[in-house]
């Protein structure tokens, strides 16, 4: 099994962090301009939820296997055949505070089966072409919604 991971440090407080990733329905922060729905007219906070995701003309879905507001975390998985050569595919993200600078650990990291060959792409892949820049994406929409002259967008990555 492959780890893809990768972290950073956001300086705002935890719970103001993990306010904006919770909604399994929301992605504006990451900077993926797409359109996002929870089917069947579940919440984005519930455990087996179905979220669809349309992105440059194509369509993904992913279940939500668990969401911990107490652990500001949530996991998930593909559902159906995952857009990459992989299989079994989970990821998990999850926020923690850093007490000494009232600032936010973030890390986002996900286990998958590949072929043997295509291992060290699909990681690098997952981490760099996809956590960091969501992540960056992150800190870019905290930092714009801290200053009340611009309107955090979608579209910064």
């Known amino acids: 099994m492959a780890k893809a991971y990768y972290s950073l440090v956001l300086d705002h407080p935890a719970d103001r962090v993990w306010s904006v990733i919770r909604p399994f329905d929301h992605y504006a922060w990451a900077g993926v ?3 996002t729905v929870i089917e069947d007219g579940r919440r984005g906070d519930q455990v087996g939820s179905v979220r669809r995701v349309t992105y440059r ?8 296997l668990a969401h911990s507001d107490a652990g500001r975390s949530y996991t998930y998985a593909f559902c159906g ?3 990459f050569p992989v299989q079994h595919y989970e990821a ?7 007490v000494e600078m ?4 973030v890390e986002w990291w996900a286990t998958f089966d590949c072929a043997a060959d295509d291992r060290g792409r699909m990681i ?5 072409s996809g956590f960091a820049v969501w992540l960056g994406a ?3 929409f905290m930092a714009e919604a801290d200053d009340p002259t611009v309107t955090p967008r979608p579209d910064t990555a």
């Open 33 to 35: 301009v797409a359109e």
């Open 57 to 64: 003309g194509q369509t993904l879905r992913q279940k939500l």
């Open 81 to 83: 055949e995952p857009p």
């Open 92 to 98: 998990t993200i999850r926020v923690s505070p850093v």
């Open 102 to 105: 009232n600032a936010a650990f």
């Open 124 to 128: 690098d892949q997952f981490e760099r």
């Open 138 to 140: 992150l800190r870019r």
